[in-house]
């Protein structure tokens, strides 16, 4: 970057997230921005100086770590409860016919019922069984 910053074909614009581990162990990132100024010397364009800032921007970088894991967290949780919704839909529906058969007013079959049980049973034991995703929180 400070290279193409310093090219004589460029506008001069430096910019560089720098990622720097202290003495102690601890993690800090800077940004650094700059411009450089040419100067026309011979007919050439050729850098003078540069001038910029470093900042420390460390507190904002874990910020955005944090908000990264609190919306991995949150994906997770609406996944497992979109799960858990699914089934209790499921059981639901077999209740509804459970109880539409024992009334005599179901137009289906038994084992049209059956069927479905068995695929609330499967849901509740996928629900189980279910493992957290990966995440990098």
Do not use: H
Request: hydrophobic fraction near 35%.
């Amino acid at each position: 970057a400070v290279r193409e910053a310093l090219a004589p074909s460029g506008d001069g614009r430096f910019r560089a997230e720098i990622r720097y581990v202290q003495p102690d162990g601890e993690l800090r990132w800077l940004v650094a921005r700059g411009m450089t100024e040419f100067v026309a010397a011979t007919g050439e364009r050729r850098p003078a100086r540069m001038l910029g800032t470093v900042m420390d921007v460390t507190a904002r970088k874990r910020t955005e770590y944090e908000l990264l894991c609190a919306r991995d967290d949150l994906e997770l949780r609406v996944r497992e409860r979109t799960a858990e919704l699914a089934c209790a839909n499921a059981a639901l529906r077999v209740e509804i016919a459970d109880r539409e058969a024992a009334t005599g007013s179901a137009s289906c079959s038994a084992g049209s019922s059956t069927r479905r049980r068995s695929s609330a049973a499967g849901c509740r034991a996928s629900s189980t069984t279910r493992s957290a995703s990966t995440s990098r929180c």
